[in-house]
């Protein structure tokens, strides 16, 4: 894991004012993929910094997971969901937030992804130069990053006549600190 | 025995008097070099001189473009050179990135639109070019290329291109993408849950055109699509004139380039 540390929020648990979790049991099982955010505890400054020949996105990549911890297949849009997901950074000390939103082009057709029980999948949605919080603040500072997404995002003109089992709005939080 | 040669006398020639009234008939006078030579220079631009969005951020770029009226075409060039490489991406998977930007792409990217130079001084007026791509991995890199496991989200700017082993698929779709950024162009799909976006694309003319997106018209840049607008290319007509009508280049105010 390369000093990494990987942080879990289970959709239910975490976010269970999002939305309503059903009592009925056969439908809560159909709602959960755990969804978790892996990234770097530490990163250095010019590692991060795309202008800097330092520069190194491979070694601090964020990574965004999706697990069926289910005795059942869970299919999901998978590709859509991770296209679509915005990143949010917060300045622990100043409580200010710089968020990214740019994605990756979408499909004009349906991408399912289909996960046997206890299998995970997962996509890096990277890690990006916060600049306004980190131009503004000395140095280290400790920065909040939640990926979250919206079932909104999901066209519905591609995915309203797709069947599959998982598109559910989440937030997963991590800490990074960034030190010089 | 050499025997004596007796002198001649030469006539006397007398000076005759020009008329001051020039010559009947066509007068030939030095025809300006038009289609004869081949242009080479290091393009130095900002991405916002070719299009403005309003989601899309724009880059320093810089790349290569050879005007060459001998070859009959346009060649729009950049060296890209490995940045990081994640250690467990295997040698094959390296390779076969590192080849589709080298040939694939710059073949896809080729030959699907024309650069039409137009000079009124010469004859014939104007002339057409087939404009093409071509990418080096040897020499000086303008670019640094990141290579991460796939699939993971790709992105570009004027000096760093971030992929991943997934980019290869849907025939090199994410890879040309990505690499028409590095040439200034942007997103033409909307981000995160905005409602709408426009991007203002520049001519060498001096007009603009507005492109207001979401439409329905999938292309490179909105959707994964290998639709190529004219648009996209439009960069290099604005360079391509420029350059011509420099002292380096023509030097001649009249010429025209536009992308046909």
């Known amino acids: 894991m390369r000093g990494r540390l990987t942080a879990i929020a289970l959709l239910t648990a975490t976010f269970a004012c999002v939305y309503q979790v ?35 996105p491979v070694k601090y990549n964020v990574r965004l997971s999706f697990s069926n911890p289910t005795s059942m297949p869970k299919t999901f849009p998978g590709l859509a969901i991770v296209r679509s997901t915005v990143r949010e950074y917060r300045n622990t000390r100043s409580g200010n937030v710089q968020s990214f939103t740019i994605g990756e082009p979408p499909s004009l057709k349906p991408e399912l992804i289909t996960l046997a029980p206890g299998k995970s999948w997962s996509y890096g949605i990277g890690l990006e130069y916060p600049a306004e919080l980190l131009q503004s603040d000395r140095i280290p500072i400790i920065l909040q990053l939640c990926a979250s997404w919206s079932r909104s995002q999901l066209d519905s003109r591609i995915y309203g006549d797709v069947a599959f089992d998982w598109a559910k709005d989440f937030r997963v939080c991590q800490q990074i600190e960034v030190v010089p | 025995m050499v025997k004596p040669v007796t002198p001649q006398v030469l006539p006397v020639v007398q000076p005759q008097t020009l008329s001051a009234t020039a010559p009947s008939g066509p007068v030939l006078t030095a025809a300006p070099c038009c289609w004869c030579r081949v242009f080479n220079t290091d393009v130095n631009a900002h991405g916002s001189t070719y299009v403005l969005s309003t989601q899309h951020p724009n880059f320093n770029l810089s790349y290569k473009l050879k005007i060459d009226f001998i070859a009959n075409q346009v060649v729009v060039s950049r060296i890209l050179g490995w940045g990081s490489v994640d250690p467990g991406i295997s040698q094959a998977d390296k390779d076969a990135v590192q080849q589709a930007l080298a040939s694939a792409v710059p073949t896809f990217l080729s030959n699907n639109y024309k650069l039409k130079v137009t000079d009124p001084s010469c004859a014939p007026g104007f002339k057409e070019l087939p404009i093409r791509f071509e990418i080096s991995w040897s020499g000086t890199p303008s670019i640094r290329v990141n290579l991460l496991p796939g699939p993971s989200r790709s992105t570009a700017s004027g000096t760093v291109m971030n992929l991943d082993t997934h980019d290869t698929q849907e025939n090199n779709f994410t890879l040309t993408h990505e690499l028409m950024h590095t040439f200034g162009q942007v997103d033409e799909y909307m981000y995160g849950s905005g409602t709408s976006a426009s991007a203002e694309y520049h001519r060498a003319d001096g007009t603009s055109v507005t492109i207001t997106y979401p439409h329905t018209n999938p292309n490179l840049m909105s959707a994964r699509s290998h639709n190529l607008e004219a648009r996209l290319f439009w960069f290099v007509e604005i360079e391509a004139q420029k350059f011509l009508r420099s002292a380096t280049g023509l030097g001649r105010t009249g010429v025209t380039c536009e992308v046909v």
Do not use: Q
């Not at chain 1, 056969?26 to 969804?35: I, Y």
């Not at chain 1, 530490?42 to 910094?49: F, N, Q, S, V």
């Open chain 1, 22 to 56: 059903s009592a009925n049991e056969e439908e809560r099982d159909n709602m959960t993929l755990t969804v978790a955010l892996e990234a770097p505890m530490t990163a250095p400054l010019m590692a991060i910094t795309p202008d800097s020949p330092d520069y190194n």
